[in-house]
């Protein structure tokens, strides 16, 4: 049997860094928002070992792969002797700040619970996904949520509504260990006012909402890649209500409330940076077809 599951990408609609834990991680203050932009994940029980399948040069087939790993903390948790093969058919931009691997090991853990019957909660999926990456919680949540904690201390908010946004991934790898590293905390000077995002995403107004977004990792991966400010400046050129970088980047989102507009900047900003898509903001997090 073959089950075939989509998982979405996400952006932040606000990142603030309170702090850092005594492993490193950064305590944080976060808006998740799940886009309708999505890998397909089929797995299939095979007799023994773990294969991974990917079309994508760039998407590891080895254990270095984020969706082997869930494998095999479900194979060694649960000690099964049956393998499995993962194929990845990827739409999601590798390395881009959309949380692409996270989703696809979402998809594996919420995949195989079902395959093998394991009879896990939602929660309890989501929890043995923090041991794979901080956003891999919310992936499997879906929809919209202020994170905190690391990312993984999830409510459920009201999200964007069936809203158009214009993702743009500019031609750069950017490890997200490296602009966590390069965060000066102490000395932000500008930082998003998360309860008036919220009270915004409550009475839906958008405009208010996109000209207050603020990403604190935004100056970091900035500073380095001048392709960010280009992006956004061109966004609010093409009549985006506003525009932002996604996690720690380099992937930059404008949000707009008209189509047409947003085709327009679609059309012009693929000439310059051919990983660009229109997608809706989705209310959903993984699907299994
Ligand atoms: C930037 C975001 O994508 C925003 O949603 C997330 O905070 C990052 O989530 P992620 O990629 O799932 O993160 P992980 O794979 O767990 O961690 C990658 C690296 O990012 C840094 N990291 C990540 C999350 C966090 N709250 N603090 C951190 O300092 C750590 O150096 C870690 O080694
Ligand atoms: N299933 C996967 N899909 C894509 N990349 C993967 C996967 N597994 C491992 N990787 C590796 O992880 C790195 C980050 O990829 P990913 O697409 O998850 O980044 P991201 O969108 O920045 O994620 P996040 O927003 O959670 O930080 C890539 O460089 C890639 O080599």
Same mark, same amino acid.
């Given at each position: 049997m073959v089950l075939k599951l989509k998982c979405r990408a996400k952006i932040n609609l606000a990142i603030d860094v309170l702090g850092k834990r005594e492993d490193n991680y950064h305590l944080v203050e976060m808006i998740m928002q799940t *886009?309708?932009?999505?890998?397909? =994940?089929?797995? #299939? #029980?095979?007799?023994s070992g773990i294969v991974i399948e990917s079309e994508n040069p760039d998407v590891p087939l080895d254990s270095k792969n984020i969706a082997y790993k869930a494998a095999k903390l479900i194979k060694d948790k649960f000690n099964i002797d049956k393998g499995i093969?993962?194929?990845i058919e990827k739409? *999601? +931009?590798?390395?881009?700040?959309?949380?692409?691997?996270?989703?696809?090991?979402?998809?594996?853990?919420?995949?195989l619970n079902e395959l093998w019957d394991l009879?896990?909660?939602?929660?309890?999926?989501?929890?043995?996904? @923090?041991?794979?990456?901080?956003? =891999? +919680?919310?992936c499997i949540m879906g929809g919209a949520a202020l994170a905190c904690g690391i990312g993984e201390k999830l409510t459920r908010i009201n999200?964007?509504?069936? =809203?158009? *946004? @214009?993702?743009?991934?500019p031609d750069i790898f950017v490890s997200t260990a490296w602009v966590y590293n390069n965060l000066d905390i102490s000395k932000l000077n500008k930082r998003p006012n998360i309860k008036f995002l919220l009270n915004c995403l409550d009475k839906k107004d958008i405009?208010?909402?996109?000209?207050?977004?603020?990403?604190?990792?935004?100056?970091? !991966? #900035?500073?380095?890649?001048?392709?960010?400010?280009? *992006?956004?400046?061109?966004?609010?050129?093409?009549?985006?209500? %506003?525009?932002?970088?996604?996690?720690? %980047?380099? !992937?930059?989102f404008g949000i707009f409330d008209d189509f047409d507009?947003?085709?327009?900047?679609?059309?012009? @900003?693929?000439?310059?940076?051919?990983?660009?898509? @229109? =997608?809706?903001?989705?209310?959903?997090?993984?699907?299994?077809?």
């Open positions: *886009i309708d932009l999505y890998d397909c =994940v089929s797995i #299939e #029980e095979i007799n093969k993962i194929k739409n *999601i +931009p590798v390395a881009a700040g959309l949380a692409g691997g996270s989703a696809n090991a979402g998809a594996v853990l919420v995949g009879k896990l909660g939602k929660y309890e999926i989501m929890d043995m996904g @923090l041991n794979l990456g901080a956003d =891999v +919680p919310f999200g964007l509504d069936n =809203v158009y *946004i @214009l993702i743009c991934k405009y208010n909402l996109s000209n207050n977004m603020v990403n604190v990792l935004e100056s970091v !991966t #900035e500073s380095n890649y001048p392709q960010i400010k280009d *992006i956004k400046k061109k966004m609010i050129e093409y009549k985006a209500l %506003g525009s932002m970088m996604s996690g720690s %980047g380099p !992937t930059v507009c947003a085709k327009h900047a679609k059309e012009n @900003l693929e000439k310059l940076y051919k990983q660009t898509y @229109l =997608v809706k903001t989705y209310k959903g997090g993984i699907e299994v077809e």
